[in-house]
């Protein structure tokens, strides 16, 4: 059989269908087919060549739902994807015998599992069902089972290989009815897949390990009655009075069925070693899908929740013992749990899932990865978002009258992998023929930028600077370098003039004089981070180029990519680069004056825009603070219209999963840049050389007087003395006298405050 009628027999069977182009990468809008299948001439057309054949889930294909079971080597798991499928197979054979039957299972390319079904109820959008913890990344967690439901899609056999990076044509059915024959199942049927699948679930999304209310219930050196509790019970002894059935186990994981039924899997005790109870059943007693130890169960299942009353019981029953608590410096314990407490909440890691940008962003950063010797997805992002900024610019607009010029910056270590982006960003603009928006790759005055983007016949380019950090830091000093203290003026009033005109600067010769309508300056620079962050001002945060930009910072620990890839450019990406450059909106009048086309934005995602800049410009707890959350509304306008368009060129929208991936990026950016402008972010030079010198020490713990001054050349030695005696009698460091080394006396600084 060929594509096309692998296709044909799917859209005859009441699925919905589209095309797929490399990588998993939609041909083209396919949002459309969520709620409207092609017809027979879109099918006979889209398919007549080989492509990936995508099938939508959800209702308009019949409640079509997939479990796709997927292992890959980021798992931290001795499982493997077979292991998982046989082990889910005899949990659903135990529960619901003959289910199986019913489904349809195709093996999919890395290898792994789909199984399909339809179900006599509708189903909801995408769920993660089961994770392990991530084998790269502390603390992070891999899914390895999960549903694909209303609003997402899979692709199919019968797919050209080229849609697939594993190959497409590993999409094989193997079992069950194929995908054209497929069998409806009841919501209970249903029911009993999941549950089964979440059982494999090692992540307990919402772990409740409490307490009891009030701690001088019994708290008695390091035992507690819940603590007590926990290490004298079993999970047989807690919910077998319960009326709760034990029904089998796998490996070290306990199966559970409720009081009640007879039928479904309710519940699992220990999956992954964790120790806590998941009820998948909201049945049992406690919100379902998240993890309870034992105490918790117990204080649910006898006192309705109520910790305090569960505590007091198991005190009355002789668990627990008081402790004498008179040695314990009750105010420094606070003061070290609250600092604990504070750094905790202060995440740094960049939410992995902002990385999934639909359609062209995702293929530039899938085919950056793919070819990066150190691979660096958050950079790739940040080139991408600025490559698409500078492509639409001047072509489209919102609701609100936004433009998609941004600044972003890529902050990593010298070596680190910041330029492949680059590189990838000028190869796109070539393969597209859209070479006229790569501009100048370094800046040496204001009237040179002005030159550059006034040059071309639409004025839009694409800024790519290494090392910005370098250039910021001589821009902070405009007596100095007046002619780079220009640059950043130019580029500020770039940016304003986005939807209006830039005039420049004023001659008695008025043919000289430089007008440009709505140009569309983007900007991505890298530079190292402490090059960056030495370079801050308060001045160029609150009222200056700094405000303005997106800072991304990549993995200082990425890993080397032993094998990359070697391609070409991907000519779908290519053709989509090409289709952004030669759109004119306006005709050949666009060239003269811009006449963007306008996004339509969703009444939901208007809503939740309008807030979001709502709540940022409520924001005032300092003139910093203010002014960086009065610019994210702005911004995330501006990232609303570049998913949009990344998504779909013929009939973009701003829809609620747009508006949310810029909020939640801009919130996270924002956030990040305030943290660090706490550290470095400094009034003028003296301060930051006060700042710079606490930082070395703060680092280092304790430090000699000599490696101190090798890494603060800066300061002059009366100078770093007298900051060393203030800090000393600010209680911040200690100094103490180590003797004569080399006819100096040697001190150790050792820094002693918060």
Not at 361 to 390: C, E, K
Not at 454 to 462: N, R, V
């Amino acid at each position: 059989m060929q594509c096309l009628d692998y296709a044909k027999e799917l859209h005859e069977a009441g699925i919905s269908v589209f095309p797929v182009g490399s990588n998993k990468v939609p041909r083209g809008p396919w949002k459309r087919f969520i709620k409207t299948r092609p017809t027979a001439e879109e099918v006979q057309g889209s398919f007549s060549q080989p492509v990936g054949i995508g099938r939508v889930c959800g209702a308009i294909s019949g409640n079509l739902e997939a479990i796709d079971f997927d292992i890959d080597d980021e798992a931290e798991t001795d499982l493997t994807t077979d292991d998982a499928l046989r082990a889910w197979a005899a949990i659903v054979d135990e529960l619901r015998p003959g289910l199986r039957s019913n489904l349809c299972l195709i093996r999919t390319p890395r290898p792994g599992y789909h199984v399909n079904y339809r179900c006599e109820s509708p189903v909801e959008g995408n769920q993660k069902l089961a994770y392990v913890p991530s084998r790269s990344q502390a603390g992070k967690w891999k899914a390895i089972l999960e549903t694909r439901g209303e609003g997402g899609y899979c692709l199919s056999p019968g797919s050209a290989d080229f849609s697939h990076p594993l190959g497409a044509s590993n999409y094989q059915h193997i079992a069950g009815p194929k995908l054209s024959e497929l069998q409806t199942i009841t919501a209970d049927e249903r029911a009993v897949l999941l549950q089964a699948a979440r059982q494999f679930n090692c992540k307990p999304e919402l772990v409740s390990h409490e307490r009891p209310a009030g701690n001088s219930v019994d708290r008695s050196e390091g035992i507690r009655p819940g603590d007590d509790f926990e290490q004298r019970t079993t999970w047989a002894e807690i919910l077998e009075p319960a009326g709760f059935t034990f029904v089998g186990s796998e490996g070290d994981t306990g199966r559970w069925r409720r009081p009640g039924t007879k039928s479904l899997l309710s519940a699992t005790t220990n999956a992954g070693g964790s120790g806590l109870f998941y009820p998948f059943s909201p049945n049992c007693g406690m919100e379902p899908n998240r993890g309870y130890n034992k105490f918790s169960v117990y204080a649910w299942l006898n006192h309705g929740g109520d910790m305090s009353a569960a505590a007091n019981e198991l005190t009355r029953q002789g668990y627990g013992k008081r402790a004498d608590l008179s040695h314990v410096n009750i105010d420094e314990a606070l003061r070290t749990a609250e600092k604990r407490n504070e750094e905790k909440s202060q995440s740094t890691e960049f939410p992995s899932h902002l990385l999934h940008v639909p359609g062209m962003i995702s293929g530039l950063i899938d085919y950056t990865i793919r070819t990066a010797f150190i691979p660096q997805p958050v950079l790739s992002l940040a080139a991408s978002i600025s490559l698409m900024g500078a492509l639409i610019g001047r072509k489209v607009t919102d609701d609100f009258g936004s433009r998609a010029n941004v600044y972003t910056v890529g902050l990593c270590r010298s070596g680190g992998g910041k330029e492949h982006s680059r590189k990838v960003n000028k190869a796109a603009l070539v393969a597209g023929q859209a070479d006229p928006i790569i501009g100048p790759e370094e800046f040496v005055s204001g009237p040179g930028i002005i030159n550059a983007i006034g040059e071309p016949d639409e004025p839009a380019l694409l800024f790519q600077n290494d090392e910005i950090g370098r250039f910021l830091k001589s821009i902070g000093n405009g007596q100095k370098n007046p002619h780079l203290y220009q640059v950043v003026t130019v580029l500020m009033k770039l940016f304003t003039s986005s939807d209006s005109v830039f005039l420049g600067a004023a001659y008695a010769d008025s043919k000289k004089n430089i007008k440009i309508d709505c140009p569309n300056a983007c900007l991505y620079g890298t530079t190292v981070p402490g090059s960056f962050f030495d370079s801050l001002e308060k001045e160029s945060l609150t009222d200056g180029f700094v405000s303005r930009l997106l800072i991304f910072e990549g993995d200082d620990n990425a890993e080397i990519n032993t094998r990359p890839v070697r391609e070409e450019f991907p000519a779908e990406l290519a053709a989509d680069v090409k289709r952004w450059f030669e759109f004119k909106p306006g005709g050949n009048l666009s060239d003269i004056t811009a006449q963007p086309r306008v996004v339509q934005t969703t009444p939901d995602a208007g809503k939740m825009l309008m807030d979001f800049t709502v709540r940022s410009l409520s924001q005032r707890d300092d003139d910093i603070e203010q002014a960086l959350w009065s610019r994210a509304g702005e911004k995330a306008r501006k990232l609303a219209l570049i998913h949009a368009c990344s998504e779909s060129f013929d009939d973009p929208l701003i829809d609620t999963h747009a508006a949310e991936w810029a909020i939640e990026l801009v919130t996270y950016l924002t956030q990040r840049l305030l943290s660090m402008a706490v550290d470095y972010v400094s009034e003028n030079e003296h301060e930051r050389s006060w700042k710079k010198l606490e930082r070395v020490i703060q680092d280092r713990g304790s430090i000699r007087s000599s490696e101190l001054h090798a890494k603060t050349r800066f300061l002059k030695a009366s100078e770093r003395w007298g900051m060393l005696k203030e800090l000393e009698s600010r209680g911040v460091i200690a100094i103490s006298d180590e003797g004569s080394s080399g006819g100096r006396r040697a001190s150790m600084i050792t820094w002693t405050g918060d």
